[in-house]
């Protein structure tokens, strides 16, 4: 018997949709190992988005203008990275209680910012605000939506003490997609991770926050 014929049609159509996913040019995304224990059904998507070359064309902010900057005044060709994340499709064909469907999509994104945003009040609302506006600009209809907004202080000791101290932004989140139909939820978590990376465009209204490079 042929392994694809243990796999539920829903999923399989689900799979399609992810293969049609029109993603942001500047990420660079990859399958992952799912995890075995959260679904009878997973896949699961790695992603991350890297400082453009010198020769780019897009208008930048955040942490791609500085590292870009950066980069100008020196001969490492080494790449920076700007923003990392994971994109998780969970199905479970007896439904959960949990999740309201048979389906929950989980990500999680990083990005490391400027050490004064470590003390903005709206940091976590911003973040989580970029995950709503851009699941709303690509039309991904969805239903039972959480998450936790983290920073995280990182701090270097001894004889790395003269490491500077950085401040990342992580974005746990999950929720449930209206139909199996995952395409646009896909395609919203590109632009998500993009924007966290601080590359444009940014849903309208929305301010960048200041990133720095990581060394």
């Not at 988005?49 to 900057?69: K, N, R, S």
């Not at 690509?138 to 001894?158: C, D, M, P, W």
């Not at 500077?164 to 992580?170: A, F, L, M, R």
Request: aromatic content about 6%; proline content about 8%; hydrophobic content about 45%.
């Amino acid at each position: 018997m042929n392994a694809l014929d243990q796999v539920p049609p829903d999923f399989l159509h689900a799979l399609g949709t992810l293969r049609k996913a029109q993603c942001r040019k500047e990420l660079r995304l990859a399958e992952i190992p799912a995890p075995a224990r959260l679904a009878p059904f997973a896949v699961a998507l790695g992603a991350e988005v890297m400082a453009p070359g010198t020769g780019t064309a897009t208008p930048l902010h955040g942490p791609a203008a500085m590292a870009l900057a950066s980069a100008a005044g020196t001969v490492d060709d080494d790449e920076t990275e700007l923003a990392t994340g994971r994109f998780i499709l969970l199905h479970d064909p007896d439904g959960s209680a949990v999740w309201d469907g048979e389906f929950r999509i989980v990500t999680y994104i990083r990005a490391e910012l400027e050490p004064d945003m470590g003390n903005d009040e709206m940091l976590g609302t911003v973040a989580w605000t970029w995950l709503v506006e851009a699941l709303e600009n690509h039309k991904a209809q969805y239903r039972a939506a959480g998450g936790t907004a983290t920073r995280v202080l990182s701090e270097s000791f001894g004889t790395l003490a003269e490491r500077p101290g950085s401040i990342d932004i992580e974005l746990r989140a999950s929720w449930t997609p209206a139909s199996p139909d995952v395409t646009a939820h896909l395609e919203a978590w590109s632009d998500m991770v993009c924007t966290f990376a601080g590359l444009p465009p940014l849903p309208d209204g929305v301010t960048p926050l200041p990133h720095r490079r990581r060394n």
